[in-house]
């Protein structure tokens, strides 16, 4: 196992023999890549790792996980590849939904982003996972009609930090109990000067 506390140069993939490696190994180098803002590092291992392994499963969350990192990248339409590839690789899978949901949103494609959040959430309902609340807030993002309101919850979204919705909210003036969208976009225009 690899720890935090490797630099990315003790994980060099010149150094590593990805023959002697396993998919989870490679998977795990990735991740820490991917940690570390180095995105197309993050990838080589992922790409390693999908020839490791016949497991569809495995090869749904290695999908799932280049096309995050293509969303890094801001390749759009690499990440919909991936994140497609992902759901047909396990269906079943929430998160290769939310993966294919924020690729869509990102390319404007809102029904079709819609209808994913929409699946993604169908899929949560009898095992919640622990980021519910980045799912339920890129379905919020999806569905709202305000372009100021997108941005600034995107952004929170983007950094993976839902913690930063009630800061945001707070900078603004409101409190997110009983807040609805509409109201942060409303908000946000009056403080923009628009």
Request: proline residues 1%; hydrophobic residues 30%; glycine residues 2%.
């Amino acid at each position: 196992m690899y720890h935090n506390m490797l630099s990315s140069n003790d994980i060099s993939s010149n150094e590593l023999s990805s023959n002697d490696i396993s998919s989870n190994e490679l998977k795990i180098q990735g991740n820490f890549f991917f940690k570390n803002e180095e995105y197309n590092k993050a990838n080589d291992q992922y790409f390693k790792a999908l020839n490791k392994t016949n497991s569809d499963k495995e090869l749904s969350i290695l999908y799932s996980n280049i096309s995050a990192t293509y969303c890094k990248l801001e390749e759009y339409n690499k990440a919909l590849e991936n994140a497609t590839i992902a759901t047909k690789k396990n269906s079943e899978w929430y998160k290769s939904w939310y993966r294919l949901s924020f690729v869509l949103y990102k390319l404007n494609k809102l029904d079709q982003a819609k209808t994913s959040i929409n699946k993604t959430l169908e899929l949560c309902e009898n095992d919640i996972p622990n980021d519910i609340e980045f799912i339920k807030d890129l379905k919020k993002v999806i569905e709202t009609d305000n372009e100021i309101a997108k941005l600034a919850a995107i952004k929170v979204l983007e950094e993976n930090d839902s913690s930063q919705i009630d800061n945001w909210l707070r900078i603004q003036g409101m409190s997110s109990q009983n807040i609805t969208w509409n109201e942060i976009g409303e908000q946000t225009s009056k403080s923009s000067g628009n």
